[in-house]
């Protein structure tokens, strides 16, 4: 091997180790001026609706994906009672990661969800995985017969 076949060798392997850094894409979007944010019959959101993350003020790339479901329980501050999804990027570093959470005060509620993968802050679809029926299936197999 000539250190020129060495060296190409090497610079393949580093530039498919190297790991490559982005924002991440978030749903972005607030129910009270888009309707599509709540998401249609089938829980889904409109892919027009994801947006890569800018990065934040000083620099430091978003984080993870937020989901905010506000309630205003009775008229406060001129603001009639309603409820709405915000969803957007965000930045936490706190142990609410991965979690929800839910704040109140005096009129209102929210529950507040973040999570760190692509599009995680859409709505979410119940499906049931491949194994899931499939065990099922053998189960009402032996069941049935």
């Known amino acids: 091997m000539t250190n020129t076949q060495y060296i190409f060798g090497l610079l393949c392997?580093?530039?498919?180790?190297?790991?490559?850094?982005?924002?991440?894409?978030?749903?972005?979007c607030n129910s009270s001026t888009d309707k599509r944010c709540i998401g249609d019959q089938n829980?889904?959101?409109?892919?027009?609706?994801?947006?890569?993350?800018?990065?934040?003020?000083?620099g430091k790339p978003y984080t993870l994906c937020r989901k905010i479901k506000q309630m205003i329980d009775f008229e406060v501050n001129g603001l009639k009672p309603d409820s709405r999804?915000?969803?957007t990027c965000g930045w936490?570093?706190?142990?609410?990661?991965?979690?929800?959470?839910?704040?109140?005060g005096f009129g209102g509620r929210q529950e507040v969800c973040g999570c760190d993968k692509d599009g995680c802050n859409g709505s979410y679809v119940i499906t049931a995985s491949s194994l899931?029926?499939?065990v099922l299936l053998v189960i009402l197999k032996i069941n049935i017969f």
Not at 43 to 58: A, F, I, T, V
Not at 94 to 101: I, L, M, T, V
Request: aromatic content about 8%.
């Open 132 to 134: 899931l029926i499939s």
């Open 13 to 28: 392997i580093t530039a498919v180790c190297l790991e490559t850094t982005y924002a991440i894409s978030c749903y972005e």
């Open 85 to 87: 999804v915000i969803r």
């Open 92 to 104: 936490d570093d706190s142990q609410y990661k991965n979690q929800c959470y839910h704040r109140s």
């Open 43 to 58: 829980n889904q959101l409109s892919e027009d609706l994801k947006r890569p993350c800018p990065d934040k003020k000083d």
